[in-house]
């Protein structure tokens, strides 16, 4: 029994356990007090699911103004469409997916990271590591329902067909997984491409066949939809080759702060233990990694670069580096005293454990450490269980005839993801100045009838957000007809 329990510790598929258990943990925590949709992104993919849902097609019009919707906006229906069969399959709770996924699937990235890092002899460590990918509101994140987060899903999937299977069907799912990422999320399969480059030209050299035939599985699928969407590639390119400056803040130092000093010299250790242990696939991971990184810098420091791949590329290098780390705690737990000192020394245990108990104190200092942070983060709300109440009244009680809406903009976006109906404007990038007019016509009463006339506004929402706390505000308005707190109809 002694012996069973002790080969149960030791065990990887407890260890897995236990390590999905805190990925699940850590990607829900933005959600622990709240039941809603938290980014503003994922409000943003609600509204176009349903839209794709109630139409049937991909022919919609833009949810939250009724404009025909821009090409750049068709780019992640690989996305919302599977999302809205799934959910009209099983019949969930919007707020319920939105909650929950997130964990859900950051459980299964982990997961493939410890299949592909087990072949190469540190799996759990890895895995332990790819839980501390870190999510902010400027880079997203594995704690959001946004493409990126499914797209880190397939890092650890791809690098595993790549490096381990030469079958004719691991180049069919490179190529299948390709084309899905291509019509998801392009940031997440160009970070992915950029990663496995170094393999692809390294194992060239010993395996021509298989760089040749992993390489047209990574890229043929681009060929195929060049010609449907040439006037976006087009566009991206321009923005590649042009120089942008000067570059915002850098998200890179605040990244790195919020992934853990600790694992940043784990993989450290690991791109070491790797590169002196050479052999192609540890030599192409280390250079994957400062491949991405490198391009992440060249953005950074000189301009060049597509903004959307910048910042999340950012989070594919920390899922990576959560690999080579994994590979570094794996050369701290090979540590042994040199035999002269073993001999000296009255403590066999100590000497016989001793990486294994430095990797015990790093854990444990990494996880006393990373897990306080994510609870500390902060995370903005757009809306509140007042705001959903109502915007789920004015879905379930007026009709279509009142079709348009004028909604504080931070609001807005879930107005309409939760009622369907379109709205004046909204809060996206930043404040504007058709949102400050927002505003001030809802503080000053409603009172413009003429604003609502020409733009076709038949609601009105008077409860908005300054930046501190939710106020509200009446309407003075005769031709407004108050059908529930803070809600008013233009009488027609």
């Avoid at 109440?389 to 009680?397: H, K, L």
Wanted: proline letters at 5%; charged letters at 15%; hydrophobic letters at 50%.
């Amino acid at each position: 029994m002694k012996w069973k329990m002790l080969w149960l510790v030791k065990s990887d598929p407890l260890k897995v356990l236990v390590l999905s258990g805190l990925a699940f943990y850590i990607a829900f925590i933005p959600h622990l007090d709240y039941p809603y949709p938290i980014h503003i992104d994922e409000w943003v993919h609600l509204s176009f699911t349903k839209g794709l849902m109630a139409e049937g097609s991909l022919d919609i019009v833009e949810p939250f103004t009724g404009d025909p919707i821009r090409l750049e906006n068709r780019l992640e229906f690989g996305f919302q469409l599977p999302l809205g069969i799934f959910q009209r399959i099983t019949g969930i709770d919007w707020n319920a997916i939105f909650r929950y996924s997130p964990s859900l699937v950051f459980m299964v990235t982990v997961f493939f990271v410890y299949l592909f890092a087990r072949k190469e002899g540190y799996g759990w460590q890895a895995a332990l590591l790819a839980c501390l990918v870190p999510t902010s509101v400027r880079i997203l994140g594995p704690a959001f329902l946004v493409p990126v987060a499914l797209g880190l899903v397939f890092l650890p999937l791809m690098l595993y067909l790549a490096f381990n299977c030469r079958k004719w069907w691991s180049y069919l799912l490179l190529f299948v997984f390709t084309g899905f990422l291509i019509s998801m999320h392009g940031p997440s399969i160009i970070s992915i491409v950029i990663i496995l480059l170094p393999y692809i030209v390294m194992n060239s050299r010993n395996e021509l066949g298989h760089s040749l035939k992993t390489a047209s599985a990574l890229f043929l699928p681009f060929l195929l939809v060049l010609p449907f969407a040439f006037e976006v590639v087009s566009t991206l390119f321009q923005s590649l080759v042009t120089r942008k400056l000067p570059i915002g803040n850098s998200y890179i130092p605040q990244l790195l702060s919020d992934y853990g000093y600790l694992p940043i010299i784990l993989a450290f250790i690991g791109v070491i233990g790797l590169t002196l242990r050479g052999g192609i696939k540890n030599i192409s991971l280390v250079s994957g990694l400062v491949l991405l990184l490198g391009m992440l810098a060249l953005f950074q420091v000189f301009g060049f670069g597509i903004d959307s791949i910048y910042l999340r590329g950012l989070l594919f290098g920390t899922l990576l580096m959560g690999v080579l780390g994994g590979a570094g705690l794996r050369e701290i737990g090979t540590l042994r005293l040199p035999e002269k000192i073993v001999a000296r020394l009255r403590f066999p245990v100590l000497t016989k454990y001793l990486g294994t108990g430095l990797c015990i104190i790093i854990i444990g200092f990494t996880l006393a450490i990373a897990i306080p942070a994510r609870l500390n983060e902060s995370y903005y709300h757009t809306i509140d269980q007042t705001d959903y109440d109502a915007f789920v009244w004015i879905r379930d009680n007026i009709g279509e005839e009142y079709g348009r809406a004028i909604v504080d903009p931070w609001k807005a976006t879930a107005f309409t993801a939760i009622t369907g109906k379109h709205v004046y404007t909204r809060t996206h990038l930043g404040p504007t100045a058709i949102g400050a007019q927002t505003q001030h016509f809802l503080r000053d009463g409603s009172v413009d009838t003429e604003l609502l006339r020409e733009n076709q506004l038949s609601i009105v929402y008077t409860r908005i957000y300054d930046g501190q706390q939710n106020m509200e505000f009446g309407s003075a308005n005769p031709d407004l007809v108050e059908v529930k707190r803070n809600i008013y109809l233009l009488q027609q």
